[in-house]
């Protein structure tokens, strides 16, 4: 939570500096995912997409991943090495 604002501003810039491209974010250091992580990524995920772009996650962590899969979010979001 007290690094979600900064990630926020991060994908917000790389999409806008980026339109139309596929924002590859690495997440091999991320342990634990909550709501508003998981919001980040959602809002960042349709920001990208607006501008015809994608958002790709990399290096993202078995229990963060089991996050993703629990939401369903493996289903709308490229995930590396998701089943």
Do not use: C, Y
Not at 40 to 61: E, I, N, P
Request: net charge negative; hydrophobic share 45%; no cysteine.
């Amino acid at each position: 939570m007290s690094t979600v604002g900064q990630a926020r501003a991060h994908l917000g810039e790389a999409i806008a500096d980026n339109p139309g491209s596929v924002i590859t974010v690495d997440m091999g250091e991320v342990t634990f995912l909550d709501s508003t992580g998981i919001g980040a990524v959602v809002s960042a995920l349709k920001r990208a997409r607006h501008s015809d772009g994608d958002l790709r996650l990399v290096g993202v962590q078995p229990q963060v991943l089991k996050v993703f899969q629990l939401t369903g979010l493996t289903r709308a979001l490229e995930i590396e090495g998701a089943p």
